[in-house]
């Protein structure tokens, strides 16, 4: 059974990224668009009280979806445009790369003690009680750190079965999505010098994460991470303005989602996305959709004060921040 559940998530997840193809992004965003989706339809399913149902919709929608692609495909009654796009050098070291870290982590436990002090607790408290925490619990007690990341994990433990190598695995599956947006940026998907820059570029950046590390499932790298590959895929979709407004949407919400601080590396990706603009109208637009792409994070503040009253460590206050701010 377990098997079974495992190749149905593969086929869900790929479906998700097909569709983020077929919706005319590149190739190389398609997985992280499927992530940053995923984490944002968890995240509505979850504040609805429905988050074990929402992870049975999503999986049977992803599996529909790849299946009717390749039935289409099959029977030639449809053939995507982008069928012929060649295979590089940069896919076959992210899926050589992507499949040792994975065997890796898979093997390896959690260390790091904000593992057992927030974010493995979080993951635990979501996969055995299928809803969010309310106030009559005591195991997350740092009610600001908003769930994105942990739901994520949560709905890849759900299928792949509970373990710490589980959770590692779906932490890294939102960290190399979003690296695999990083090759969106080459003009010339040809130029190997340039493929391999980048890949140097990655492995410098994973081995200067000494602290935080891939072992575990603190959310600092993820999002860095998140944010390069944002900042890469505004690059690649800037003639496609309609287009690059929801990427920039979903990336946003999904930052902030991760955690509270992600606002800062929002304000990066606001302040560039603007830059790129030349039409006012499209800015005007872009800031309409930074302000949609907070709802998230009010909702959360919503219900933080709604459910937990006498809120405690790191909870959100909003005149602290105004506070602190004016010194």
């Known amino acids: 059974m377990q098997a079974i559940l495992t190749v149905l998530f593969a086929l869900s997840y790929w479906g998700y990224a097909n569709l983020a193809e077929i919706a005319g992004f590149p ?11 995923l984490i944002n339809l968890l995240y509505i399913f979850a504040m609805l009280g429905q988050l074990e149902a929402g992870y049975w919709i999503l999986l049977t929608a992803g599996v529909i979806s790849q299946l009717v692609r390749w039935g289409l495909v099959i029977t030639k009654k449809w053939q995507p445009d982008f069928a012929d796009e060649r295979v590089h050098l940069y896919d076959f070291w992210m899926l050589f ?56 994990i949560a709905y890849v433990v759900r299928f792949l079965g509970y373990s710490s190598g589980t959770m590692l695995l779906g932490q890294f599956f939102l960290i190399w999505s979003a690296i695999g947006a990083l090759f969106a940026v080459l003009l010339d998907q040809r130029r190997r010098l340039n493929q391999l820059v980048i890949c140097i570029a990655i492995c410098f950046s994973m081995m200067a994460n000494t602290s935080i590390r891939t072992n575990n499932l603190l959310v600092d790298y993820l999002l860095a991470v998140f944010t390069a590959g944002a900042l890469a895929g505004i690059w690649a979709l800037r003639q496609k303005p309609a287009l690059q407004l929801v990427f920039f949407f979903l990336m946003l919400s999904s930052l902030l989602l991760i955690k509270n601080s992600g ?3 929002v304000l990066i990706l606001l302040v ?56």
């Open 272 to 327: 560039y996305l603007l830059a790129l603009k030349k039409k006012w109208t499209w800015r005007l637009a872009d800031l309409v959709g930074a302000g949609i792409s907070f709802l998230p994070f009010w909702t959360w503040q919503q219900h933080v004060k709604a459910v937990f009253p006498n809120a405690g460590n790191h909870a959100i206050n909003i005149q602290h921040y105004e506070n602190a701010l004016a010194g």
């Open 27 to 37: 190739r190389q965003m398609k997985w992280l668009v499927a992530s940053a989706s």
């Open 97 to 152: 790369v992507g499949i040792l870290f994975a065997i890796q982590l898979l093997k390896s436990p959690l260390i790091h003690y904000d593992n057992y002090s927030h974010w493995a607790v979080m993951v635990k408290y979501l996969h055995f009680t299928g809803h969010l925490p309310d106030a009559s619990q005591k195991l997350i007690t740092f009610t600001s750190y908003l769930p994105g990341s942990s739901l994520f």
């Open 263 to 265: 606002s800062f590396f």
